[in-house]
């Protein structure tokens, strides 16, 4: 008898066993509250209960994530290992319980299993059980951080959405700029980098390769400069200076393109709104009307 507890169970036995008693539990839980009652609980912010629950769970996302970044660290991690594996299971008990009464008393459970909260409650739980198969694999639990975007559906910060609706609105509208912006960059960096390969190798052991200096454009025209390859001949210094000067022009022109779309963007849904143009704006107008200015005279 004694032998055959210390056989070793399989690491998928475990899953299924774990998932199996939490998926009784779940419908346990769905039988005892009610369906209609533990979605208004689970899914609805704008009630008492909702409102508790969706703080509470925020407090355990942001203890569980709190509990993977300490435990990274090697003197933490060995002195209190017991206690952090207690807590990474705890949470991923609690968590893998929720996900199951989200998908057994959500409406339309396929939606929400497809639906961007839907896949990072997935994704904050998958990590811990193929850690049991692949050592490591938990790190990747930090993933649970973004479960804390819920916070502005909890506290209705609805103005927050709204501004971060207007700003991917932006960047949607203006994909294709910034792609033809992306693609001259990548144009330029190839070809300060084949040009520094040309002037430096002879002498400069540190650019060996055009990709070495492919690297080098790249840290250098975004203006970061990391010093790790750096050219020694006039030519190529006078090079560096010239892509230095690009650097900082450049970084311009995204910020245009962003502020622009961002514009046009706002006064689309003041104008869907119903609300007046802003000073400077023609009514019915996508942006500012263009005026002279001199006379103010609308061109």
């Not at 369906?35 to 609805?44: A, G, K």
């Not at 509470?56 to 090697?74: K, N, R, T, W």
């Not at 990391?226 to 190529?236: C, N």
């Not at 995204?254 to 009514?283: D, F, N, W, Y």
Request: some cysteine; hydrophobic content about 55%.
């Amino acid at each position: 008898m004694r032998d055959l507890i210390a056989i070793p169970v399989p690491p998928g036995i475990e899953i299924l066993a774990v998932l199996g008693a939490l998926l009784a539990l779940a419908l346990g839980l769905r039988r005892l509250v009610g369906r209609e009652r533990l979605h208004r609980t689970i899914f609805q912010a704008d009630t008492p209960a909702g409102r508790r629950f969706d703080l509470v769970l925020l407090g355990a996302i942001l203890l569980s994530v709190v509990a993977v970044v300490l435990e990274s660290d090697p003197e933490l991690g060995q002195r209190w290992l017991l206690e952090f594996r207690a807590a990474e299971w705890t949470f991923t008990v609690l968590f893998t319980l929720e996900y199951l009464l989200r998908l057994l008393c959500a409406p339309a459970p396929t939606a929400y299993a497809r639906s961007f909260f839907g896949i990072v409650d997935l994704l904050a739980i998958v990590p811990s059980f193929l850690g049991l198969v692949l050592p490591g694999a938990y790190t990747f639990i930090v993933v649970r951080v973004l479960r804390l975007l819920r916070v502005f559906r909890v506290l209705a910060l609805g103005s927050y959405l709204q501004a971060s609706d207007l700003l991917w609105t932006a960047l949607w509208a203006g994909r294709r700029k910034i792609a033809v912006f992306l693609l001259a960059i990548a144009t330029l960096v190839v070809l300060i980098g084949a040009l520094m390969f040309a002037l430096e190798s002879s002498l400069n052991p540190a650019f060996r390769s055009i990709p070495v200096g492919i690297y080098w454009a790249i840290v250098t025209v975004t203006t970061v400069g990391y010093g790790d390859v750096a050219p020694v001949t006039p030519l190529g210094r006078l090079v560096a200076s010239t892509t230095m000067l690009i650097g900082y022009s450049i970084l311009a022109v995204p910020t245009g393109i962003l502020t622009v779309e961002i514009g046009q963007a706002a006064a689309q849904r003041r104008s869907v709104a119903g609300e007046p143009p802003l000073p400077g704006q023609k009514e019915g107008s996508d942006g500012p009307t263009a005026r002279c200015p001199h006379c103010g005279t609308p061109l």
